[in-house]
């Protein structure tokens, strides 16, 4: 698996599993658990959850996931905007690393922003980090305005990703967010990859994955996969999906590939305001 370097020297894969809507029904547990085991065994063994996800069912799904190798595993969770205080965030962490049967996590992020400053944030993960308990932090769903505040905060100079809403269909930060966090070495980890299956059957797609004898799904990830400084995180349950997920990353699309794509999914001609879910 391909590896980018986190600002902190740490490798992290370019691609990934995410967890949201996992944990939520106990009838699917068994098969959430084998599915995220599944993705670890092809090399997937980067893993994204947080507190809000089932909430905190998903991190118990993720606990029994890696129960049996939680070493080869890069853990990142996220923590609520309402968690953000210097308390706030080390009790959620306790409260997570708990849920996950683990004591450290490999990434924490600040889900989104809210009325909590900043700086007491940072705070709270600094020391979250002097005492062992996660390796690294970051934050999620930022614009460019908040990355700049949060970097010229002590502290901010260690946040090592922004993870963001990025797939063809979503390419507004190529205005300006994501050559922002490449000059600085900041990985973006783009979630909602597949944009929750929307790839699925789109005539644009469907003469290119012809060609390579993938799925429209699979080209949508292989151009995400191609992007530079861009870690993916998809998620899926069904076992297919893990692997075609992961053969993504064998699919070498050409020049004249990459133009078609653009020519269906317009790189963005303006500013556009950061889009979440
Ligand atoms: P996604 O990964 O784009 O899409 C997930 C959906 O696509 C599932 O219904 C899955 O089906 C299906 N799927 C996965 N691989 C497929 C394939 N190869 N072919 C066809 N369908 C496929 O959407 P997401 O869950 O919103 O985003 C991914 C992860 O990013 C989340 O799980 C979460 O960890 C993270 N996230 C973070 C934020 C944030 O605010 N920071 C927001 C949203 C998401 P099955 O499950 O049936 O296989």
């Known amino acids: 698996m391909k590896t980018l370097k986190l600002k902190s020297s740490r490798e992290i894969p370019i691609l990934g599993q995410g967890t949201w809507r996992m944990g939520e029904r106990a009838s699917q547990k068994q098969a959430e658990i084998d599915a995220l085991k599944l993705g670890i065994d092809l090399g997937m063994t980067l893993i994204d959850t947080a507190e809000m996800y089932g909430e905190g069912g998903a991190e118990k799904v993720v606990a029994e ?40 996590i490999d990434l924490y992020l600040l889900h989104w922003r809210g009325s909590v400053p900043l700086s007491e944030t940072l705070e709270g993960l600094q020391h979250l980090k002097q ?26 100079e260690a946040i090592v990703t922004n993870q963001v809403l990025y797939n063809l269909m979503r390419r507004g930060i190529e205005w300006d ?31 290119i994955a012809a060609k390579h004898n993938a799925t429209t799904t699979q080209i949508a990830l292989s151009w995400l996969l191609g992007q530079n400084n861009v870690i993916s995180i998809p998620k899926a349950t069904n076992p297919q999906h893990v692997r075609e997920n992961h053969a993504a990353l064998n699919i070498s699309l050409s020049a004249e590939d990459i133009r078609e794509i653009d020519c269906a999914f317009k790189p963005p001609a303006r500013k556009m305001s950061l889009a979440m879910r």
Request: proline share 5%.
């Open 131 to 156: 005492v062992g308990k996660i390796l690294d932090y970051g934050v999620s769903n930022f614009d460019v305005d908040d990355m700049e505040e949060a970097v010229s905060l002590p502290g901010g």
């Open 65 to 104: 996931a890696i129960a049996d190798c939680r070493d080869k595993v890069f853990l990142v969770s996220k923590f609520y905007p309402y968690n953000a205080s210097y308390q706030g965030v080390i009790k959620a962490c306790d409260r997570s690393l708990s849920r996950l049967k683990t004591d450290y």
């Open 177 to 207: 967010l994501l050559p922002w966090c490449q000059q600085r070495d900041i990985p973006i980890m783009a979630y909602s990859p597949v944009e929750q299956r929307a790839f699925a059957g789109r005539l644009e797609l469907e003469a």
